[in-house]
């Protein structure tokens, strides 16, 4: 799939039905549905392909081979009209994201950046770098706030999730349903063949014990160790906590993955949609 939405007059990245030329497609699919017309709803098939399903005609192959659900209803019908706010809709079981006001932005968070929208004391926030996407109240998230999606600390890089989409934001943060997220950590070397094992046994922390999913030592060099370890927990400094009680304080912390969502080569400072692979693989990972 490709990325969802384009420039259309809702700024962009967001879906637009502002196109929709009310041509009558009829039943095309040959097979009727249950599914009752949303009096004044949009064609599903425009609903589609604003989310960035793909093209109109791809999005009326996919409807036709039964590979659309409405609010869990297999639709086959073209023509099917469809509340794009309220119904959910599917497309091989993925949910698409179909509302016109729900924001979902990857961010490269630099360091000495604080995970907040705000600061009293003059630091510089995650708004410093969002433009006219980041205005509370204002700009493309159609009046609603961007929430950030959990934290880093203020010294720590990289990909952090911002959305008006509170329903998901609040489940990735929860704790039950934890999403994995990876990290590459800048630590002292040598590091020793047991570590992986060691914290993948769980190390003892003062508020409990954390376990690592993954951990693997990238580059080695001299006094240095570039590694990168995954784990599902969201407490307060753990990956820093992690390494510095196994001997290995890190010194430069950069976050790569949250989910299925990557860093990539997202530059410091900048945002970038979600595409709407990653905002369905987002609400599948908390059951959405
Ligand atoms: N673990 C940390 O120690 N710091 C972060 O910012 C995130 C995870």
């Known amino acids: 799939m490709s990325a969802r939405g384009r420039n259309g007059p809702h700024g962009p990245g967001r879906p637009d039905f502002d196109d929709d030329d009310d041509d009558d497609w009829g039943d095309f699919g040959g097979e009727r549905d249950d599914l009752t017309d949303v009096p004044d709803g949009v ?24 590979r659309v659900e409405v609010d869990g209803q297999t639709v086959r019908r073209f023509g099917a009209r469809v509340d794009p706010e309220r119904q959910v809709i599917r497309v091989d079981g993925k949910r698409i994201p179909s509302r016109q006001d729900v924001v979902y932005l990857a961010f490269n968070k630099p360091a000495k950046v604080l995970t907040a929208m705000s600061d009293d004391r003059g630091r510089r926030t995650i708004t410093d770098f969002l433009g006219d996407r980041g205005a509370a ?13 959990g934290r880093l600390d203020y010294d720590t890089e990289g990909l952090m999730l911002l959305t008006n989409d509170g329903e998901l934001a609040h489940r990735l943060a929860h704790p039950s349903y934890e999403v994995a997220k990876t990290y590459l950590a800048d630590v002292p070397g040598p590091v020793p063949r047991d570590l992986g094992r060691r914290l993948a046994t769980g190390i003892e922390l003062e508020d409990g014990v954390a376990v690592a999913d993954r951990f693997r030592v990238l580059e080695q060099a001299g006094s240095r160790a570039l590694v990168e370890i995954t784990l599902h927990e969201g407490r307060k400094h753990i990956v820093r906590r992690m390494l510095a009680e196994v001997g290995h304080p890190v010194s430069r912390l950069v976050r790569t993955t949250v989910g299925p969502v990557k860093l990539g080569n997202l530059r410091p400072g900048a945002t970038r949609d979600l595409t709407t692979k990653e905002i369905g693989e987002l609400y599948a990972a908390v059951g959405l």
């Open 137 to 149: 109240g204002t700009g493309s998230a159609g009046g609603e706030r961007l929430f950030h999606v």
């Open 43 to 66: 064609r599903l098939q425009k609903v589609l392909a604003a989310a960035g399903v793909g093209s109109r005609r791809h999005c009326e192959e996919l409807i036709g081979a039964g």
